[in-house]
């Protein structure tokens, strides 16, 4: 049974008074923005690294046969890069719903291209909730990604679009990469 963290992060008020706030994405919300913005940025965060490690129940996977997505994992003296968008706080009960399988809103520094900074809420899928899947090799998750389908659409569809998002951002991330080239060569 997947965790519904929609009424958690709804009663969970991290805007304080704030008319406008940001955003970190490192999944699919950075191919896929059905939400309005102010203002988008690529950002960097530290010590904690993307990794697909959470099932899907309800995006691109379904209950009985989960797929793989992104979560981050704390991991001391990594990079996460990403893209940062300013919003407004009416955005989160459309994000929350979104997010519902698992993700709860944390409070995360982004580090900017011009060595700014500034403080952003971000989804993170930790390993308590349910729909948690955990480690595999690339190779398995590849796999696993392949054979998985949801109301979202086909598994390897949000891994492939990340890659290519993440590449257009040059960031360094060999998780994703590697799991990207062993779902090309099965198109093949
Ligand atoms: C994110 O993209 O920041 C959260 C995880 C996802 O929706 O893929």
Redesign the pocket.
């Known amino acids: 049974m997947a965790q519904d963290t929609q009424a958690l992060n709804q009663a969970t008020n991290l805007f304080g008074d704030q008319q406008e706030l940001w955003l970190?994405?490192?999944?699919?919300?950075?191919f896929k923005v059905d939400f309005p913005y102010l203002q988008s940025r690529p950002a960097t965060i530290y010590n904690w690294t993307r990794r697909f490690w959470q099932g899907s129940h309800d995006h691109r996977g379904t209950p009985s046969a989960p797929g793989r997505?992104?979560?981050l994992v704390e991991q001391p003296g990594a990079t996460c890069t990403?893209m940062a968008y300013l919003v407004t706080p009416d955005v989160f009960e459309h994000l929350d719903h979104?997010?519902k399988n698992g993700?709860l809103r944390f409070t995360t520094a982004m580090h900017f291209d011009d060595g700014s900074t500034a403080d952003g809420l971000?989804?993170i899928a930790t390993e308590e909730n349910a729909a948690f899947l955990g480690p595999a090799s690339e190779l398995e998750i590849a796999h696993h990604i392949a054979n998985s389908k949801g109301p979202s659409g086909p598994n390897d569809e949000?891994l492939l679009r990340l890659a290519d998002a993440l590449k257009e951002l040059n960031a360094d991330d060999p998780h994703v990469y590697e799991i990207a080239k062993h779902l090309r060569s099965y198109q093949k």
């Not at 970190?24 to 950075?30: A, C, N, R, W």
């Open positions: 970190f994405g490192y999944g699919s919300l950075i997505v992104a979560t990403g979104r997010e993700y971000v989804y949000y």
